[in-house]
């Protein structure tokens, strides 16, 4: 049975803690998984609730975080090192930017026979300076040479990763979409709504417009309450807008709705319908998803937004910016649109398509359920990455 140290820098809510502990649990017992995870931001939101569920038990190296913090990233990858000396594993599996870095370089320094990565997104624009930005570039470069693998989470990323920032050669890459559970997106969909709707005051005549994730810089909050403005300049209908998530970028939002004149409520401290609600961060997403009618993403850069996989799941319409793998997982016209990033008049034209037209918001909600059932199954994952692994396994056996 071969044995694989998968390795997470933060477990927090998002596609990258989906996409680890669902490999890690159903890929047992052909192949005898530990898993390793660092320690959360103070305002990220852990997503301890996955692994919980799945009975899964990680090693926590607390020190593993996401910023960089050069004693305390040492001291991690003295800790892994010693993880891996004593597991032995045949493959070192690293996910996200950080844990790729000191994952990969202890699993080099030990001689792990196969080394993989997952980039679930990059950090190659938006995120940092641009000197930041050609520094991690070139230690990316430098890991995937002692890569044995990688792997993209989608073609878009792919392209990125071979042909934009040159990270490696495309032959090196391989892609392996996310895959979740997404049966509970399908279920009990009546009853949730009613009770999410009731919970935070919503009427049945309302239409509520969601953005999932956290509030940072990258996400773009800002092209959300200014289309915000704009669709409720041009409607007579009751839209009301969430929030679901929070984040160091909260305070910036929430000046933002004052300044354009949006009654706007912090569910958390203030338990009160306004026309923006920001409920904080919420765990039971198939709930969430159930009492929106479109789900909006305003980001600057994205890998493959998991938030936007269980908004069709769910038959609820996206409306999205065309960024990083966003076309790869929304087919634009027909589950949703995809619009040009900062551009709040347009983003708010494609919000009244379908605020004004329920029918084609119920016709493109229930083609999305049925092109990601087809594609994001957890199923398919890791059947995907079984082959995978074992492909690496036997180029190595051969190369010996």
């Known amino acids: 049975m071969p044995r694989v140290l998968r390795i997470l820098n933060r477990l927090v809510i998002g596609g990258p803690a989906i996409n680890v502990t669902y490999l890690s649990r159903y890929m047992s017992p052909e192949f005898e998984t530990m898993l390793v995870i660092g320690g959360k931001d103070d305002h990220e939101q852990e997503a301890d609730h996955l692994t919980r569920?799945?009975?899964?038990?990680?090693?926590?190296?607390?020190?593993?975080?996401?910023?960089?913090?050069?004693?305390?990233?040492?001291?991690?990858?003295?800790?892994?090192?010693?993880?891996?000396?004593?597991?032995?594993p045949d493959i070192v599996h690293t996910h996200a930017a950080k844990s790729g870095i000191i994952g990969r370089l202890a699993a080099d320094a030990c001689?792990?026979?196969?080394?993989?990565?997952?980039?679930h997104g990059h950090v190659f624009h938006s995120y940092f300076s641009?000197?930041?930005?050609?520094?991690?570039?070139?230690?990316?470069?430098?890991?995937?040479?002692?890569s044995t693998g990688i792997i993209a989470i989608s073609e878009s990323q792919k392209r990125d990763l071979a042909e934009v920032y040159k990270i490696c050669p495309a032959n090196k890459i391989d892609i392996i979409p996310l895959g979740m559970d997404l049966d509970k997106f399908y279920q009990d969909q009546e009853n949730k709504r009613k009770s999410f709707r009731n919970y935070y005051g919503l009427s049945e005549e309302d239409?509520?417009?969601?953005?999932?994730?956290?509030?940072?810089?990258?996400?773009?909050?800002?092209l959300f309450v200014a289309a915000a403005k704009r669709l409720l300049e041009k409607t007579d209908k009751p839209v009301k807008f969430l929030i679901i998530g929070d984040g160091d970028m909260r305070?910036?939002?929430?000046?933002?709705?004052?300044?354009?004149?949006i009654d706007y409520s912090y569910f958390p401290d203030e338990r009160r319908t306004a026309t923006a609600i920001c409920t904080s961060w919420q765990t039971e997403i198939d709930w969430v998803l159930a009492g929106m009618d479109i789900v909006?993403?305003?980001?600057?850069?994205?890998?493959?937004?998991?938030?936007?996989?269980?908004?069709?799941?769910a038959a609820v319409p996206v409306v999205?910016?065309?960024?990083?793998?966003?076309?790869?997982?929304?087919?634009?016209?027909?589950?949703?649109?995809?619009?040009?990033?900062?551009?709040?008049?347009?983003?708010?034209?494609?919000?009244?398509?379908?605020?004004?037209?329920?029918?084609?918001?119920?016709?493109?909600?229930?083609?999305g359920r049925t092109y990601v059932h087809e594609r994001f199954s957890y199923?398919?994952?890791?059947?995907?990455?079984?082959?995978?692994?074992?492909?690496l396994l036997d180029k190595v056996k051969a190369s010996v």
């Open 53 to 88: 569920n799945l009975d899964l038990h990680p090693v926590v190296v607390e020190e593993m975080k996401r910023d960089i913090f050069p004693l305390q990233d040492g001291i991690a990858y003295q800790k892994i090192k010693k993880l891996i000396e004593e597991f032995k």
């Open 111 to 119: 001689k792990v026979p196969v080394i993989v990565h997952t980039f």
């Open 130 to 146: 641009k000197w930041s930005t050609k520094a991690f570039i070139h230690i990316e470069r430098y890991l995937a040479r002692k």
């Open 207 to 222: 239409i509520v417009i969601g953005i999932i994730g956290r509030i940072v810089p990258v996400k773009n909050h800002s």
């Open 251 to 261: 305070g910036h939002m929430e000046s933002e709705f004052q300044s354009v004149g």
């Open 296 to 313: 909006a993403l305003t980001s600057h850069n994205e890998g493959t937004p998991v938030s936007l996989i269980e908004a069709q799941a």
């Open 320 to 367: 999205a910016t065309r960024v990083g793998g966003v076309a790869d997982i929304l087919a634009d016209g027909k589950c949703g649109y995809i619009v040009p990033p900062d551009n709040a008049e347009v983003f708010a034209e494609h919000l009244k398509y379908l605020v004004d037209q329920p029918q084609l918001c119920k016709e493109m909600g229930e083609s």
């Open 379 to 391: 199923q398919r994952l890791v059947r995907d990455m079984s082959a995978y692994y074992y492909k």
